[in-house]
């Protein structure tokens, strides 16, 4: 039996090494391929703001597994590769090679969809601009990181009030950054915390420089394309 997943993040990493256990354990004989259009798996994007803030160096430890590891363990992984189309009733993918261009049909017996999840962003004018960024995958980390760490860049103004955007907002403190933080709430994580938790922490971060902006949302960037 031939078993596809589409996707390798934190779902389809858990589900393919979970067969593969299986697959040894009772020598199934399944032949497990995997397909990611990224070059990387498992990145813990909850640490993202530790990395940026300096609060350790080597950023593997954000990676809780590898491809090299899923392939040990029998798995076929084929990172930068694109599910464009999926045939249920013939039973086939589409995939395309980011890397050549090639395309080509995969087969299978039964398919697991564990593509993941994208942020939602507002189509907001002049978000295509540089140094305007998400903040999700492990290359989103690297530039973050990169631009947190030029002295040149002095203004950096954080967009949602989540704990990642407030995670944030101390790291770029912490490189003594003018930091500015906006939300469309009235105040941070209003979904988590009462505001018996939140507002001393908002006094905290004021007393250490941030401006706080809520209330508020973006209606446009504006700048060229070098800011």
């Not at 084929?78 to 013939?90: A, L, Q, R, T």
């Not at 398919?111 to 903040?135: D, F, H, Q, R, Y």
Request: some cysteine; hydrophobic content about 40%.
């Amino acid at each position: 039996m031939k078993i596809v997943s589409i996707g390798i993040n934190h779902a389809g990493t858990s589900f393919v090494r979970t067969l593969a256990k299986i697959n040894k354990n009772n020598n199934a004989k399944m032949e497990i391929k995997a397909f990611d259009r990224n070059t990387n798996i498992s990145f813990l994007g909850c640490g993202i703001a530790l990395w940026v803030a300096g609060e350790f160096e080597d950023p593997s430890g954000l990676f809780y597994s590898t491809p090299e590891k899923l392939e040990k363990m029998g798995v076929d992984v084929n990172m930068e590769h694109d599910v464009i189309e999926i045939n249920e009733k013939e039973k086939y993918i589409v995939v395309k090679n980011m890397k050549t261009d090639e395309t080509f049909k995969e087969t299978y017996d039964k398919l697991v969809v564990a593509a993941g999840t994208w942020p939602i962003v507002p189509k907001i004018p002049g978000a295509e601009l540089n140094n305007i960024m998400l903040s999700k995958l492990y290359q989103h980390a690297e530039h973050i990181k990169e631009l947190a760490q030029k002295p040149e860049i002095k203004n950096i103004t954080v967009v949602g009030a989540g704990y990642i955007g407030v995670e944030l907002v101390e790291a770029f403190n912490k490189f003594g950054k003018n930091v500015t933080l906006i939300d469309m709430e009235n105040r941070i994580v209003p979904r988590y915390f009462d505001e018996e938790f939140t507002t001393p922490l908002q006094k905290k971060m004021e007393e250490e420089g941030v401006t706080l902006k809520f209330g508020e949302r973006v209606e446009e960037f504006i700048g060229d394309e070098n800011n």
